[in-house]
């Protein structure tokens, strides 16, 4: 009985006795007889014959993961992600130097033998039982290649990976079944072909197209001698065949290789020195994966396109379903960035607001009557260093945005108006709008409990000059307070909540706004995206149209091509033709006359509507023209900074407000994009102006001759706001602060019951 060392291992002669019972099993399959017990070892041959019978004999291989390509909508590349950087190639397209390279260093008798090479088995069987370990493999390129189809099937789980790789008799032995199915099924030149695309080459490139641009930047096809002798010589060990790190221990490898290629007659001898002579030639081109990498500031842009993929049900009916496609790759996505639109919009965030900056902005812009988004920055760029961040502040949390979107402000006083239309108020609608009231009560709600003002909150307007009575035109111009609470109390919160619904206007955290009267001055968080979209309803006479950002999709799987359903923007009618047209003839006084003054554009019909929020936190400007709407918002992702006394982008404000750095950002923004762009006019409404003759007209006449923006503060009190000091007739507690904070951060606010917004 052979001895068992001290350790309890087994005795070279027991590891020997175990890798000869294997092989001589695998011969007796692929001769088809059952062989007697072999000597001292006591194999019974037949019965391991019909054990290994037994064994499954259908290798499922999964389409190889290939890179994606993300384009912008004229097929410019924006970013490649993936999990494996591998592109599929047919043994066509790779250099017949590299297939002679990788046979002659990992299988000389490829083309010889059969899935078992029982000549190499002996040799090695030889070599490791005289030196007391295993020292030298036998599997053949068919054997490696199944091996690296359960490591591809493992994906990034290290559980399986370790299953796969694990060197068990048990592992060995199917591992020689499936390869004996792969060699009847597949042939010689196809094993090959599916090696070279499915090994790892080191430096994150999987097959060797991936590792030919990763090490000389040029396809496979094209790879002489010497380079597809280095290739070959990594895989036997990646890490330490390096030539990145290690290029003296790389250039040996290439040269054993290259030896080895002149002995079994693929180059000649002479040919083998001139090769060992060549330098290395590296021309390494560092791995480009992710988001992170994408061009044109496009990161974020790119991560809300992966982000709709893992969302949207037409990819898989659950995530962990469409995470398995997008991971599997070989996609090719064309997307809705207009690169124009996209470099307009970066280069006027960069020219307002500093990275470096306390506060930072966003801007979004879509496509009215599409819901293409046609462009998304901000100033704080993708990444995980100082003035860096991975949270996309135009979009909602669930899509990777903060946690529950920032204080729209004033720009939630159109949506107030349009539902006031709706209800069949005249554009002409008069309300007496004070300086200062009381929060009107009762104040009827869809569920027909009426909302009463228990905490006896009251109004002000921005200035003590603000006096009316006021009809909706000048009201909107100059974002009058009270008389937009006179408005709700009116016609009641559930009209306003119908509007809201049908513009698709949530608050950030992907949560329905709370049925309260302060939601009509904005004091709620909602997402740059969401405000361009709905806008962009207005735009769009009345036809809202829910975001967009993927065109096309076509899947590479193995050397073939198919084309995937992609999500389709819904268009549904929101309000009237009518009164979309008068929402936008109230709006385009807001760019020519009102607090929206210095963001008008002056070659183009446009329209649009500033917000400042409680303690200017947060300052926005959303506006449109027929053609394109944009949202712009500037402010502190932790809702910290009050933007008073105050440098932004070089330049100091004493006070920060919706028309003086959101208005000029949209402007600047729109101007670009738009250029060379056709010039479409609203359909405008006849709304008659009030009494000019009025004592209060003249006196508000004398406030616009001086100049003077109604969307700032009065200094001497920071909380005398439009809107914001309502915050808490939000949810009937006390105005704490405003949303903020986002996942995995430091930030302290909640949902809160927080400010709302300014003009």
Same mark, same amino acid.
């Given at each position: 009985?052979?001895?068992?060392?001290?350790?309890?291992?087994?005795?070279?002669?027991?590891?020997?006795?175990?890798?000869?019972?294997?092989?001589?099993?695998? %011969?007796?399959?692929?001769?088809?007889?059952?062989?007697?017990?072999?000597?001292?070892?006591?194999?019974?041959?037949?019965?391991?014959?019909?054990?290994?019978?037994?064994?499954?004999?259908?290798?499922?291989?999964?389409?190889?993961?290939?890179?994606?390509?993300?384009?912008?909508?004229?097929?410019?590349?924006?970013?490649?992600?993936?999990?494996?950087?591998?592109?599929?190639?047919?043994?066509?397209?790779?250099?017949?130097?590299?297939?002679?390279?990788? =046979?002659?260093?990992?299988?000389?008798?490829?083309?010889?033998?059969?899935?078992?090479?029982?000549?190499?088995?002996?040799?090695?069987?030889?070599?490791?039982?005289?030196?007391?370990?295993?020292?030298?493999?036998?599997?053949?390129?068919?054997?490696?290649?199944?091996?690296?189809?359960?490591?591809?099937?493992?994906?990034?789980?290290?559980?399986?990976?370790?299953?796969?790789?694990?060197?068990?008799?048990?592992?060995?032995?199917?591992?020689?079944?499936?390869?004996?199915?792969?060699?009847?099924?597949?042939?010689?030149?196809?094993?090959?072909?599916?090696?070279?695309?499915?090994?790892?080459?080191?430096?994150?490139?999987?097959?060797?197209?991936?590792?030919?641009?990763?090490?000389?930047?040029?396809?496979?096809?094209?790879?002489?001698?010497?380079?597809?002798?280095?290739?070959?010589?990594?895989?036997?060990?990646?890490?330490?065949?390096?030539?990145?790190?290690?290029?003296?221990?790389?250039?040996?490898?290439?040269?054993?290789?290259?030896?080895?290629?002149?002995?079994?007659?693929?180059?000649?001898?002479?040919?083998?020195?001139?090769?060992?002579?060549?330098?290395?030639?590296?021309? =390494?081109?560092?791995?480009?994966?992710?988001? @992170?990498?994408?061009?044109?500031?496009?990161?974020?842009?790119?991560?809300?396109?992966?982000?709709?993929?893992?969302?949207? !049900?037409?990819?898989?009916?659950?995530?962990?379903?469409?995470?398995?496609?997008?991971?599997?790759?070989?996609?090719?996505?064309?997307?809705?960035?207009?690169?124009?639109?996209?470099?307009?919009?970066?280069?006027?965030?960069?020219?307002?607001?500093?990275?470096?900056?306390?506060?930072?902005?966003?801007?979004?812009?879509?496509?009215?009557?599409?819901?293409?988004?046609?462009?998304?920055?901000?100033?704080?760029?993708?990444?995980?260093?100082?003035?860096?961040?991975?949270?996309?502040?135009? =979009?909602?949390?669930?899509?990777?945005?903060?946690?529950?979107?920032?204080?729209?402000?004033?720009?939630?006083?159109?949506?107030?108006?349009?539902?006031?239309?709706?209800?069949?108020?005249?554009?002409?609608?008069?309300?007496?709008?004070?300086?200062?009231?009381?929060?009107?009560?009762?104040?009827?709600?869809?569920?027909?409990?009426?909302?009463?003002?228990?905490?006896?909150?009251?109004? *002000?307007?921005?200035?003590?000059?603000?006096?009316?009575?006021?009809?909706?035109?000048?009201?909107?111009?100059?974002?009058?307070?009270?008389?937009?609470?006179?408005? =709700?109390?009116? @016609?009641?919160?559930? *009209?306003?909540? !119908?509007?809201?619904?049908?513009?698709?206007?949530?608050?950030?955290?992907?949560?329905?706004?709370?049925?309260?009267?302060?939601?009509?001055?904005?004091?709620?968080?909602?997402?740059?995206?969401?405000?361009?979209?709905?806008?962009?309803?207005?735009?769009?006479? %009345?036809?809202?149209?829910?975001? @967009?950002?993927?065109?096309?999709?076509?899947?590479?799987?193995?050397?073939?091509?198919?084309?995937?359903?992609?999500?389709?923007?819904?268009?549904?009618?929101?309000?009237?033709?009518?009164?979309?047209?008068?929402?936008?003839?109230?709006?385009?006084?807001?760019?020519?006359?009102?607090?929206?003054?210095?963001?008008?554009?002056?070659?183009?019909?446009?329209?649009?509507?500033?917000?400042?929020?409680?303690?200017?936190?947060?300052?926005?400007?959303?506006?449109?023209?027929?053609?394109?709407?944009?949202?712009?918002?500037? %402010?502190?992702?932790?809702?910290?900074?009050?933007? !008073?006394?105050?440098?932004?982008?070089?330049?100091?404000?004493?006070?920060?407000?919706?028309?003086?750095?959101?208005?000029?950002?949209?402007?600047?923004?729109?101007?670009?994009?738009?250029?060379?762009?056709?010039?479409?006019?609203?359909?405008?409404?006849?709304?008659?102006?009030?009494?000019?003759?009025?004592?209060?007209?003249?006196?508000?006449?004398?406030?616009?001759?001086?100049?003077?923006?109604?969307?700032?503060?009065?200094?001497?009190?920071?909380?005398?706001?439009?809107?914001?000091?309502?915050?808490?007739?939000?949810?009937?507690?006390?105005?704490?602060?405003?949303?903020?904070?986002?996942?995995?951060?430091?930030?302290?606010?909640?949902?809160?019951?927080?400010?709302?917004?300014?003009?």
């Amino acid at each position: 009985m052979p001895k068992k060392r001290s350790g309890g291992g087994l005795s070279p002669t027991q590891q020997a006795a175990k890798f000869l019972g294997v092989s001589v099993l695998a %011969g007796a399959v692929l001769a088809g007889i059952a062989l007697p017990a072999v000597g001292a070892l006591g194999l019974a041959a037949k019965g391991s014959v019909e054990g290994f019978d037994a064994l499954p004999a259908n290798l499922k291989t999964p389409p190889l993961s290939q890179r994606t390509t993300i384009l912008d909508a004229e097929g410019g590349t924006i970013a490649t992600v993936y999990s494996r950087d591998r592109t599929v190639v047919d043994l066509k397209d790779i250099s017949p130097y590299m297939q002679k390279a990788i =046979v002659a260093i990992e299988d000389s008798r490829f083309y010889e033998h059969g899935a078992i090479d029982l000549k190499g088995v002996l040799r090695a069987l030889n070599k490791n039982a005289r030196s007391g370990e295993v020292s030298e493999g036998a599997s053949t390129l068919t054997q490696q290649y199944v091996k690296n189809v359960f490591v591809e099937e493992a994906g990034d789980d290290p559980t399986k990976v370790a299953q796969a790789t694990q060197q068990t008799i048990g592992r060995k032995i199917q591992e020689l079944k499936l390869a004996i199915q792969v060699e009847e099924e597949l042939g010689k030149k196809k094993i090959l072909e599916n090696y070279l695309n499915i090994t790892f080459f080191g430096q994150q490139a999987y097959g060797v197209e991936a590792a030919s641009q990763r090490y000389f930047s040029k396809h496979a096809k094209d790879l002489n001698v010497q380079e597809a002798a280095l290739l070959a010589g990594i895989v036997q060990s990646p890490s330490r065949y390096d030539p990145v790190n290690d290029e003296a221990e790389a250039t040996k490898r290439r040269n054993v290789v290259l030896n080895r290629m002149a002995q079994v007659g693929d180059i000649s001898t002479a040919e083998a020195e001139k090769a060992k002579k060549a330098p290395l030639g590296l021309k =390494v081109s560092k791995p480009k994966n992710g988001c @992170i990498t994408a061009v044109k500031n496009a990161s974020f842009f790119c991560d809300y396109v992966r982000e709709v993929f893992l969302s949207d !049900k037409v990819f898989g009916k659950t995530r962990k379903d469409r995470a398995k496609v997008w991971n599997q790759g070989g996609l090719t996505i064309r997307t809705t960035l207009d690169p124009q639109a996209q470099a307009s919009v970066q280069q006027s965030l960069k020219d307002h607001v500093n990275q470096s900056d306390s506060v930072a902005a966003a801007s979004t812009l879509v496509e009215p009557g599409t819901g293409k988004v046609l462009a998304m920055g901000q100033t704080k760029p993708y990444g995980y260093g100082k003035n860096e961040t991975e949270i996309n502040y135009s =979009v909602d949390h669930g899509m990777g945005g903060s946690n529950y979107g920032f204080p729209t402000g004033s720009t939630f006083k159109p949506f107030v108006a349009a539902a006031a239309l709706e209800e069949g108020r005249p554009a002409t609608q008069e309300y007496s709008s004070p300086y200062e009231m009381p929060y009107p009560e009762p104040v009827q709600t869809c569920s027909g409990k009426p909302w009463m003002n228990t905490a006896g909150e009251k109004v *002000p307007n921005e200035s003590e000059s603000e006096v009316g009575p006021y009809r909706l035109k000048e009201a909107m111009a100059l974002s009058v307070n009270t008389y937009f609470v006179q408005m =709700v109390a009116d @016609i009641g919160l559930c *009209p306003v909540m !119908k509007m809201t619904d049908a513009l698709h206007v949530v608050q950030g955290s992907g949560d329905k706004l709370p049925e309260v009267p302060a939601v009509s001055l904005g004091s709620k968080g909602v997402a740059p995206l969401t405000m361009a979209s709905a806008y962009a309803a207005f735009a769009s006479r %009345g036809m809202y149209c829910t975001p @967009i950002v993927i065109e096309s999709i076509t899947q590479k799987i193995g050397n073939k091509q198919k084309s995937l359903d992609v999500p389709k923007s819904t268009c549904s009618r929101a309000m009237s033709e009518k009164t979309a047209d008068t929402v936008n003839t109230l709006l385009q006084g807001v760019v020519d006359s009102g607090t929206g003054k210095a963001a008008g554009l002056t070659d183009r019909a446009n329209a649009g509507k500033t917000g400042t929020t409680d303690e200017r936190k947060n300052a926005w400007f959303v506006g449109y023209t027929p053609n394109l709407s944009g949202a712009v918002w500037v %402010g502190s992702a932790s809702q910290q900074v009050q933007m !008073k006394n105050i440098t932004i982008g070089g330049q100091y404000h004493d006070l920060v407000f919706g028309g003086a750095v959101p208005g000029p950002i949209w402007k600047d923004a729109m101007t670009g994009a738009l250029a060379g762009k056709d010039s479409p006019s609203f359909n405008l409404v006849n709304i008659p102006d009030e009494d000019k003759d009025k004592d209060k007209n003249k006196d508000k006449d004398k406030d616009k001759d001086k100049d003077k923006d109604r969307d700032k503060e009065k200094p001497d009190d920071g909380n005398n706001g439009d809107d914001g000091f309502i915050g808490g007739l939000t949810d009937g507690g006390t105005g704490d602060g405003g949303p903020g904070g986002f996942p995995g951060g430091n930030l302290i606010q909640g949902p809160g019951n927080g400010p709302g917004g300014r003009r």
